[in-house]
């Protein structure tokens, strides 16, 4: 049994609309027990949203991954693994509360529930004033607090 088997995946962002993102087609990828692999490429290339997909933060357009023989979204259900990011991991195109917001957004929470759990993240990590700003608006120290706002 492979520990990640990513088989035929393409993520495809703002599918259908003049401002869509091909960020990967159709990718295969085999990772065994054990085995120490590296992804590398230029920026922009796709490889945190493979990471991402891996990691069932984001659902595959087409294909299917499993970790540890299981599909991807139960193997984090059951916390099989473990992962963490060089950089804050933020989405460029969601504002800062919409990406403190995505977790909750994922879970099903209605709006309203998302929105008032954001602003109060915000606050926690002092940054309330920097809702509607986007990530690349702030600087690294900022952007690792978003990122722990998100976390929590």
Request: net charge neutral; charged share 20%.
């Amino acid at each position: 049994m492979s520990a990640v088997q990513v088989t035929g995946v393409s993520k495809i962002f703002n599918q259908g609309t003049p401002k869509q993102v091909d960020a990967l087609i159709d990718v295969n990828l085999t990772v065994e027990p054990g085995e120490f692999v590296s992804l590398i490429g230029p920026s922009g290339c796709g490889k945190s949203t493979l990471l991402r997909l891996i990691a069932n933060l984001l659902e595959p357009t087409t294909g299917s991954i499993t970790v540890n023989g299981k599909s991807a979204s139960q193997s984090r259900l059951d916390q099989d693994y473990g992962m963490a990011f060089q950089q804050a991991g933020l989405f460029d195109w969601r504002t800062v509360a919409k990406n403190i917001e995505l977790p909750l957004e994922l879970k099903g929470w209605d709006k309203e529930k998302r929105a008032a759990r954001a602003q109060e993240m915000l606050e926690l990590v002092k940054l309330p004033e920097f809702a509607e700003m986007y990530p690349w608006q702030l600087s690294g120290g900022m952007q690792q607090r978003i990122a722990i706002a998100r976390a929590l």
